[in-house]
């Protein structure tokens, strides 16, 4: 849980762009349907393994369950790092956290008068008509470059990172 | 002394069941965590755990009838 601090607002939250969490999902219930195939698919399996499976049909069913749920149980762990991987940006910093794995987990943040530049690379057909790409933030302090990759809208991180950073500074101005 | 190889089978078959329930609960204790600890809210909390948790479940109730099945 990203803790807040007094006055600080969540203005954006970013996460990977769906598609290949979804492409991703797709192969796990495609391997998933593998054993059902097979048992489906009575002309396609050689007769050998079509005599085990007729004669020992609830063993069949058993297994696939099992594997079933291995598969079940990596498609959330796959959903969950993609879920848990975003790229926040509050009125007062940015923070980007990378769920490598479930037990690897980095958290990186800068306030925005740190930021020095910000570059928004989209590359590819696919990339430029869906409109993702990758952010890079060049920050002043011990994290130098923050980047996030394959983001949704990183044109829209771009503009709100700059309308927050010249907000800050003439609320800045004003208080002086 | 003889020796009934699907009977092995069955008794690898039963291993087989207690590693998946091990591994599920597991798997959903660390996995909970992180959906408790880190940015989910609420509902969406609770939607992910019943699914989760209920097709789990499910498919090791299915597993333990065909065990129960395989026995008898």
Known sequence: ?176 | MSFDLSRVFDLFLLGIFGIAAIISTAMGVILNYHWTHYELSRSKITTVRVLYFGVSLLILGIMGALLIAIFT
């Open chain 1, 1 to 176: 849980m990203i803790n807040l601090l007094p006055g600080e607002e969540v203005v954006l939250v970013k996460r990977h762009y769906w598609l290949p969490i979804v492409a991703e999902l797709f192969v796990f219930l495609v391997i998933a349907l593998i054993p059902w195939g097979i048992f489906m698919g009575e002309q396609f399996t050689p007769p050998t393994v079509r005599g085990w499976i007729d004669a020992n049909t609830a063993r069949f069913f058993f297994l696939s369950c099992g594997w079933l749920l291995a598969i079940w149980i990596l498609s959330f762990i796959a959903w969950t790092n993609y879920y848990l991987d975003t790229f926040i940006v509050t009125t007062k910093r940015i923070i980007d956290v990378d769920q490598v794995g479930l037990f690897a987990r980095t958290i990186a943040e800068a306030p925005l008068e740190n930021i020095q530049d910000v570059r928004v690379e989209i590359s590819g057909i696919l990339a430029s008509l869906i409109n993702y790409g990758d952010i890079h933030i060049q920050s002043a302090g011990a994290t130098k470059e923050f980047a996030a990759h394959s983001i949704p809208k990183p044109q829209e991180v771009k503009d709100t990172v700059f309308r927050l950073r010249h907000t800050n500074r003439i609320q800045g101005e004003a208080a002086q």
